[in-house]
């Protein structure tokens, strides 16, 4: 989601952090940020971009799907837990480089989404799950990440000194960096809006107003970061060696009720 008055300025995208010191919370999705970090600096002298590392990502999430259709649960959870590291390591090689990208960024997020479709059919088929339950729980999971994102985002946009390229709502195609085609950023903000518009919408239809919070205290952030993607395929790559694989798509339907919780929690608490 990005907002059309937020200007992204080049500079500002490459040389600051996310959020400033004074909001930084225990993000527990983002357990392989340390890891991306060394793998991000092993890579800044050589010729891999961060769009190599975002592809490499994907063939892991890949691997672990093949693992679970031929039941080797244990390599599948260590493929999750790998893409999630290297998933982490493609933002930083980006601002080690100093080459950051809208192409990147787009395709990294459209991976994702269809990546988490990919691993939940993967499960409905070994575990022999209903396909209704299966969309469902894929929903679920699409709408616990777009509230951890639109709380995120709105976090980094408050945040003195953060993050400012992101944007609370999107709504037109940006204009490319140096060293990217706009073309390319047109077709993938086309694919990135068309599978993620409909998520967005239902998270800002249920809170339209967490954009006039001031800030989000760290404790609300910390809770918020369970529906992060890091945690979730945290929770599957737990489950899938425990032999639990049969109530995976149970879980995550139960698991979206949180959401409910958490905005209840954001309207009364924090504005």
């Known amino acids: ?3 059309d008055y937020i200007v992204i300025y080049y500079k500002v995208l490459v040389l600051m952090s996310k959020l400033a010191a004074q909001d930084k919370f225990l993000d527990l999705s983002d357990y392989g940020r340390s890891l ?3 793998f991000a600096h092993q890579l800044k002298n050589t010729k891999f971009t961060p769009i190599h590392v975002t592809l490499l990502f994907g063939i892991s999430g890949l691997i672990a799907i093949y693992c679970i259709l031929v039941n080797h649960y244990i390599f599948a959870s260590f493929f ?24 990147g960024r787009y395709l990294d997020s459209v991976f994702d989404i269809f ?10 088929f070994v575990s022999k799950s209903t396909i209704w339950f299966t969309i469902l ?3 679920g999971i699409q709408l616990q990440g777009t509230l951890y994102n639109y709380y995120y985002v709105i976090l980094r946009t408050k945040s003195v000194g953060g993050d400012s390229t992101s944007k609370i709502f999107e709504y037109k195609t940006p204009k490319a960096l140096p060293g990217e085609s706009q073309k390319t950023v047109s077709i993938l903000f086309g694919i990135y809006t068309v599978v993620y518009g409909i998520f967005d919408k ?6 339209k107003n967490a954009y006039k919070v001031k800030t989000f205290p760290n404790w609300f952030m910390t809770l918020l ?5 890091g945690f979730q395929l945290l929770i599957i790559a737990i489950m899938l060696p425990l032999g639990l694989i049969e109530y995976i798509i149970p879980f995550f339907i139960i698991y979206t ?12 608490y924090i504005s």
């Open 1 to 3: 989601m990005q907002s």
């Open 36 to 38: 991306g970090r060394i």
């Open 80 to 103: 999750i837990v790998l893409k999630s590291i290297i998933d982490a390591a493609d933002g930083e090689l980006a601002r080690l480089k100093k080459t950051p990208s809208y192409s």
């Open 115 to 124: 990546l988490n479709f990919m691993f939940f059919m993967t499960i409905c």
């Open 137 to 139: 729980a894929f929903i």
């Open 202 to 207: 239902i998270i800002h239809y249920l809170d």
């Open 225 to 229: 970061s369970v529906y992060g993607l």
């Open 257 to 268: 009720f949180l959401l409910f919780v958490i905005i209840a929690i954001r309207k009364r």
